[in-house]
């Protein structure tokens, strides 16, 4: 007998159980916002909103299946299995969380908050839950296979990201590395920088998108689905030992960008999760490219 898929749903803490967490109360949060001239009723209503469409996702599940739920900070110590579909309650940036950790499972996205979000990611509303976990359990279900990216250090450490991977420095110095495309030692460039970003379609409508937009880059932004990624160099530093020629370019499948650290440390995380990063330090390498996994979005 097969076994029955397994509901995991996630969902993050929400602003106001933070300022409850802080300040012990509603009253005394209230009091605190009050005094800076803001009031807690916008943030306790996003709230219920988000309370409402959790309990209304629980309740849509079919009888059938196993369930479970699991937070945006416990992700990085969650085992999902092959048979799970996830089911990510929230916001767009609460799916590229879940997706690093994940290795094909169908996704659904259900928005808390519409017109809040932009509705990338979480395309559904919490009333179509049901038909949605029953299609993506089925065999030959519709998704979008999103591309995501992967770092590969030389120690074997590998980290996934569905928007894009930041390499640099761990507080706001400059780092300094030797970059250059896989496999190729003699078209290299040392640089000293703010950091490298590698990026994805679906991380080209943020942080990519900004640095593209800030420097006019001629480089083309790929669409979320496109195997291709972007990268761009923060802040290049020209100086007598370092250069600025290589700041931005493409990768494809199979192309891969190797950066050589050469400062006492740099840290390599995605999607914003800083606090499940990799650490290199003086002489590591890393690789950086499109990864063999997607994530696999119910559409």
């Known amino acids: 007998m097969s076994l029955a898929p397994r509901a995991v749903l996630v969902h993050r803490t929400t602003e106001y159980e933070e300022l409850l967490a802080r300040h012990g109360t509603h009253g005394q949060a209230a009091f605190v916002l009050a005094a800076r001239g803001r009031s807690l009723d916008e943030v306790a209503e996003r709230h219920r909103r988000h309370e409402r469409a959790l309990t209304e996702v629980a309740a849509a599940l079919p009888l059938r299946w196993r369930r479970t739920r699991v937070e945006r900070a416990d992700l990085d110590r969650f085992l999902f299995g092959p048979e799970d579909v996830v089911v990510v309650v929230g916001q767009d940036g609460l799916v590229a969380n879940a997706a690093k950790y994940l290795s094909g499972q169908p996704v659904v996205g259900i928005d808390t908050d519409p017109g809040r979000n932009p509705g990338v990611l979480v395309r559904h509303r919490a009333r179509d839950t049901a038909a949605l976990c029953e299609a993506a359990a089925s065999p030959g279900g519709q998704v979008d296979a999103l591309t995501m990216t992967e770092a590969v250090a030389d120690d074997t450490q590998r980290l996934l ?73 923060r802040e290049a530093w020209p100086s007598p030992a370092t250069g600025t020629s290589m700041t931005a370019g493409e990768l494809g499948r199979g192309d891969g960008l190797r950066l050589t ?23 590591q390498s890393v690789r950086l490219g499109v990864a063999g996994t997607t994530l696999n979005l119910v559409a």
Do not use: C, K
Not at 187 to 198: I, K
Not at 261 to 283: K, N, P
């Open 161 to 233: 990201a569905l928007n894009e991977i930041y390499l640099g420095p761990p507080g706001h110095q400059t780092s300094r590395y030797r970059i250059g495309p896989d496999g190729s030692p003699d078209a290299v460039e040392s640089q000293a920088s703010s950091g490298v970003l590698v990026g994805t379609g679906t991380g080209s409508t943020g942080w990519l998108r900004s640095l593209w937009l800030e420097r006019g880059s001629p480089v083309r932004l790929p669409a979320p689905s496109d195997p291709r990624l972007v990268w761009f160099v």
């Open 261 to 283: 650290v050469e400062s006492d440390r740099m840290v390599v995380f995605g999607d914003g999760m800083e606090s499940d990063a990799l650490e290199l330090t003086w002489g």
